[in-house]
């Protein structure tokens, strides 16, 4: 949402930008953002910005600000340049309201994923300090809308990631290796950004998250999850809700409305996958049959198959 008028050159550059009082304001506006700011002598902003082959990444801090951003940025105006670029938004931490176009303002929380395309209108404003991800990419696909999501992409503690690891290698990197290694992220990140697009198409509208389809889709991404890594002894429910990025209240309610709970289906995939074992070989000993199947002892696994052959009263 903040791109830079004049990005750096270098196949990997990074700054690091304290800001306080005008200066922060300054920074907004000088990329293209008018700012709201009733005192300005108290914000605060701090900004890791890379820039990576074609790939520029920043994490961005800054105290309450209202800040909008019209329809085409000054550089492009004044260049007569329509470079295909959006910027995909990845909320950390703090609460907004944002209006991206012409779509009603929603309110931004955290884990919140946004692709707001190039040249497209957008106002935010905060009451709290905000923390979030934003990377400008190349759009390969230009008939791709704008998206508002909550918890709903799978890829977003990877793109968090990716993001946390690139600033982290350019401040291990030295010598020759630095340019390589650009390259190398920056098609990572493109890659993730594609992942996150193609999914975002099988998304309900941002309004309609709440709905049934919004909470099937949930659902069944879960039991993807659920079946596959059932045999982690340590797999609990909120390692699933924040696999999906979402609260494990939501989760949880996605199941309620199928009349289950999460932790009663990942107890019984365990179940399925022991009897399963035990039917197969019969002489297996417990504790194996245990540990393959996800169960931390024998003796829970022997409690669980007791349980559910108990007759329900």
């Known amino acids: 949402m903040t791109r830079d008028r004049h990005p750096p050159r270098s196949p990997w550059r990074v700054r690091r930008i304290p800001l306080e009082g005008r200066e922060v304001g300054e920074w907004f506006r000088l990329r293209g953002w008018t700012v709201e ?7 605060h902003a ?11 990444v920043r994490r961005v801090w800054h105290t309450a600000l209202a800040l909008s951003r019209s329809p085409r940025m000054p550089d492009e105006t004044a260049s007569g340049r329509d470079e295909p670029t959006d910027t995909l938004v990845v909320h950390v931490a703090g609460r907004g309201i944002i209006r991206v176009g012409d779509d009603p303002e929603a309110p931004l929380a955290p884990n919140d994923v946004l ?25 390969r696909d230009r008939a791709a809308d704008a998206f508002h999501a909550n918890g709903e992409l799978v890829s977003v503690a990877m793109i968090t990631s990716a993001v946390n690891a690139l600033f982290h290698a350019h401040d291990q990197q030295r010598g020759g290796g630095v340019i390589s290694a650009a390259t190398a992220m920056a098609a990572s990140l493109e890659a993730l950004i594609a992942a996150v697009r193609a999914e975002a198409r099988m998304l309900p509208p941002r309004h309609s998250r709440d709905t049934t389809d919004s909470y099937d889709l949930l659902y069944a991404r879960a039991r993807t ?3 596959a890594d059932a045999v982690r002894p340590g797999l609990t429910i909120h390692d699933v809700a924040t696999r999906l990025g979402v609260g494990r209240r939501r989760l949880e309610r996605a199941f309620r409305l199928r009349g289950e709970t999460p932790a009663a289906v990942l107890r019984a995939q365990r179940l399925r996958l022991a009897r399963d074992l035990l039917a197969a070989d019969d002489a297996r000993e ?16 022997r409690d669980a198959l007791a349980s559910a052959e108990s007759p329900r009263l």
């Open 115 to 139: 692709l707001v395309p190039r040249g497209t209108a957008v106002s935010y404003r905060s009451s709290e300090p905000i923390a979030r991800i934003e990377i400008d990419h190349g759009a």
């Open 225 to 227: 999850v659920l079946d």
């Open 46 to 56: 701090f900004i890791d910005e890379a820039v990576v082959a074609d790939v520029a």
């Open 37 to 43: 700011q009733s005192d300005a002598a108290t914000a």
């Open 286 to 301: 417990l504790a194996e049959v245990a540990a393959l199947s996800g169960f931390p002892s024998a003796r829970a696994l």
